[in-house]
Structures are given as C-alpha cells and as structure tokens.
C-alpha cells in the first residue's frame, strides 16, 4: 500500500476514534424526523414503547427499533456514548429513555446527574406525549411515583430519594425557593382575578399582578430569599429548637438575619404592592431586628393607591391560603395602627376586598 495513502487512512481513524460520539450521533441524524413513533422492536411487552436517545444538549434522537441499532446506523459504541462502561459509570453522558402512554406506577431513572438541557427536554416530552412516566438510562433505580406534573418531573429527576445524590443542599434550597415562589405568585393572581370578578374597575390588576413578587428572582434578593424559605421549611418540619434534648431547628443568629433584613427592606421598597414603596423617605421603612414579619414603627400608608391595595390585599389573601395561620382580615388587624397607619378611605377599600374572600 502507498505510505501516504496509509498514513491518510491512520488519520481517519484516528479522528473517529476521539470524535464526540454525541456530536457524531446528532450529525447523523441532522435533518431527519424529530417525532417519536411506537417502536417496531418484536417484542410484545415493548409494542406500546416510544424510544429516545437524549444527548447533553437537550437533542432527542428518536428510536425506531432499538437503542443499538441507532447507534450502530450512526456508528458510534455505546460505552461511549452513555460515558461509562457498564461496570463503571461518569456522572453525565447521554442516556436512552422510553415510555409508554399505558405505564403504570413504576418508573426508572439514572444514577448519573442529568444536564438542565436534558431536564428540560424531559419536561416537553412529558407535554408533547402527556406521559405518565418516563424511563431513562442504565442503571436503572426505581421510584414508585407518577410523574404529575411537569414541577414534579423536575423533583423526580433531581432529588428522587433513589437518585445517587443528584443535587447538592444548596440545589434543593433553590429549588424548593422556586417551586414556593411560584406557587405563591400563582395564588396571589387567583387571588386578584377573583377582586376583579367581584370589581371589574380594578382589571388593570391583572396585568400588575404578572410581575408580582419579580424582584425575588434576581439579586439583591435571590440569595436571601432562598435562605429564608428555607428557614421556614425547617422550622415548620423540626419544630423550635431545644438545645437540651438535641431536638428541632436552631434559628440563624443576628448576623445571618441581617442580610435577610437588608433584603426584605429592598424588597418592600421596590414592589408597589408594600406600603413602603410609596414612603416619601424611603429611609423610612423598618423592620424589627429579630423578626423581619414586623417593624419598630408605623408607617404612614396613606399614598398608595387603590390598585396597590388590592394587590397587597391578594399577597395577604395568597399567604393565608399558603400558611393557615390567620385570615387576611385576621393579619389586616394585627397590622393595622402598628405597623402601617391606613387613611379612613383605604380601610374602606381594604374591608370591601377582604369581603371577596369571606
């Protein structure tokens, strides 16, 4: 053989051998049909089956027959692509995944840390198809849920209690701070639609409330905010701290609530539905040094308007349902001449809407 011609050869394989067999998978397949079908693999418990592979990026590479035969058409080896042999595995890769519309209560998810991308592919694989359960990669562990909706597809595949430790402290801090902030925002909305059924006058309500509670996502607030709701989670599961017995949850100390306080003062002046917001002197607004639920003194309230109003009123209607500790009315009277002064007119407004939820 030519010397040229073999080297030339040497170096072919030689760039196939350390291709990204993930970008040689999604090379391959570039252009072809991204719809899952029922696989035609002869096997009748798989006759019901929709095949994927799922790359690190989020790509979907549907499966006709089988996994293998995939790769084999793409002609990249399996080990490579999943990053792990089968004794041994790395922590990501890319992972096949089936399902069936007519699963039932089991489910099977990987060992390994799946991608934000791949999540999210998951979860518009989850509404495309409304499945019930989805299954994904080798080693398989089992969990005995279904996935209900897509919130809880995100906790299944990232903190399932079968899950090899998936995610970090820190990672379920900020996701129990986004599923609570969510759902929060949700109610305060049903909150304000039902206001605006009762009072058609305050439909620009709606489009207030959209950005309701916003500035919690993003800094000064963001890391604060994931602290407190998580101090919250565990003094409502381990109850109040006694240091004798070894039992419940130790409160953080003064510095720590410093910077949660410094982020509650940012937050109530930067959203209209606080009164503070609307404080001449924004240096104005307080809260107590060891509990930020309530302040040193009281605060005139007398310029915020009525559609701030009812938006605060929906917070506090919201938070009632959340906490179940009081009615909005309930905390309206703890608060009111103590925390924030209310002209007669705005606690006219305030009883009218309190009314739509009693």
């Given at each position: 053989?030519?010397?040229?011609?073999?080297?030339?050869?040497?170096?072919?394989?030689?760039?196939?051998?350390?291709?990204?067999?993930?970008?040689?998978?999604?090379?391959?397949?570039?252009?072809?049909?991204?719809?899952?079908?029922?696989?035609?693999?002869?096997?009748?418990?798989?006759?019901?089956?929709?095949?994927?592979?799922?790359?690190?990026d989020g790509t979907v590479i549907p499966v006709e027959y089988s996994h293998n035969k995939t790769l084999a058409d793409a002609a990249v080896?399996?080990?490579?692509?999943?990053?792990?042999?089968?004794?041994?595995?790395?922590?990501?890769?890319?992972?096949?995944?089936?399902?069936?519309?007519?699963?039932?209560?089991?489910?099977?998810?990987?060992?390994?840390?799946?991608?934000?991308?791949?999540?999210?592919?998951?979860?518009?694989?989850?509404?495309?198809?409304?499945?019930?359960?989805?299954?994904?990669?080798?080693?398989?562990?089992?969990?005995?849920?279904?996935?209900?909706?897509?919130?809880?597809?995100?906790?299944?595949?990232?903190?399932?209690?079968?899950?090899?430790?998936?995610?970090?402290?820190e990672d379920q801090k900020e996701q129990y701070f986004l599923d609570r902030t969510n759902k929060h925002i949700q109610l305060v909305q049903?909150?304000?639609?039902?206001?605006?059924?009762?009072?058609?006058?305050?439909?620009?309500?709606?489009?207030?409330?959209?950005?309701?509670?916003?500035?919690?996502?993003?800094?000064?607030?963001?890391?604060?905010?994931?602290?407190?709701?998580?101090?919250?989670?565990?003094?409502?599961?381990?109850?109040?701290?006694?240091?004798?017995?070894?039992?419940?949850?130790?409160?953080?100390?003064?510095?720590?609530?410093?910077?949660?306080?410094?982020?509650?003062?940012?937050?109530?002046?930067?959203?209209?539905?606080?009164?503070?917001?609307?404080?001449?002197?924004?240096?104005?607004?307080?809260?107590?040094?060891?509990?930020?639920?309530?302040?040193?003194?009281?605060?005139?309230?007398?310029?915020?308007?009525?559609?701030?109003?009812?938006?605060?009123?929906?917070?506090?209607?919201?938070?009632?349902?959340?906490?179940?500790?009081?009615?909005?009315?309930?905390?309206?009277?703890?608060?009111?001449?103590?925390?924030?002064?209310?002209?007669?007119?705005?606690?006219?407004?305030?009883?009218?809407?309190?009314?739509?939820?009693?």
């Amino acid at each position: 053989m030519d010397i040229q011609l073999f080297e030339k050869l040497m170096l072919i394989n030689e760039a196939v051998a350390t291709a990204d067999p993930q970008k040689v998978m999604k090379d391959y397949y570039k252009g072809k049909s991204t719809k899952l079908s029922l696989s035609t693999w002869p096997s009748a418990k798989e006759e019901n089956q929709y095949k994927f592979w799922l790359l690190q990026d989020g790509t979907v590479i549907p499966v006709e027959y089988s996994h293998n035969k995939t790769l084999a058409d793409a002609a990249v080896e399996d080990e490579e692509m999943l990053g792990h042999t089968w004794d041994s595995f790395v922590e990501t890769g890319a992972v096949l995944g089936y399902f069936s519309l007519a699963a039932d209560e089991m489910g099977i998810i990987s060992g390994k840390r799946l991608t934000q991308k791949q999540i999210s592919a998951l979860k518009n694989l989850y509404l495309e198809y409304k499945v019930s359960t989805l299954y994904v990669d080798i080693p398989r562990m089992y969990f005995s849920s279904l996935v209900k909706s897509v919130s809880h597809l995100d906790y299944l595949l990232t903190y399932g209690k079968d899950v090899d430790e998936a995610k970090s402290e820190e990672d379920q801090k900020e996701q129990y701070f986004l599923d609570r902030t969510n759902k929060h925002i949700q109610l305060v909305q049903e909150a304000a639609a039902k206001i605006v059924e009762a009072y058609p006058e305050f439909d620009e309500l709606l489009k207030q409330v959209e950005t309701h509670d916003a500035s919690k996502l993003e800094e000064p607030e963001r890391t604060p905010y994931i602290e407190i709701t998580w101090r919250h989670k565990l003094e409502n599961e381990e109850g109040e701290y006694d240091p004798y017995n070894g039992k419940g949850y130790q409160t953080p100390g003064k510095l720590e609530k410093e910077e949660e306080n410094a982020a509650t003062i940012h937050h109530i002046t930067t959203n209209s539905h606080h009164p503070e917001y609307h404080l001449e002197d924004k240096a104005d607004a307080n809260v107590n040094v060891a509990d930020r639920d309530k302040s040193d003194e009281c605060i005139d309230a007398s310029r915020m308007p009525d559609v701030d109003i009812a938006e605060m009123i929906s917070d506090w209607q919201a938070m009632a349902e959340e906490l179940q500790t009081n009615t909005a009315r309930e905390w309206f009277e703890k608060q009111k001449d103590v925390r924030w002064h209310f002209s007669e007119h705005q606690e006219e407004l305030i009883d009218k809407l309190l009314k739509v939820f009693e």
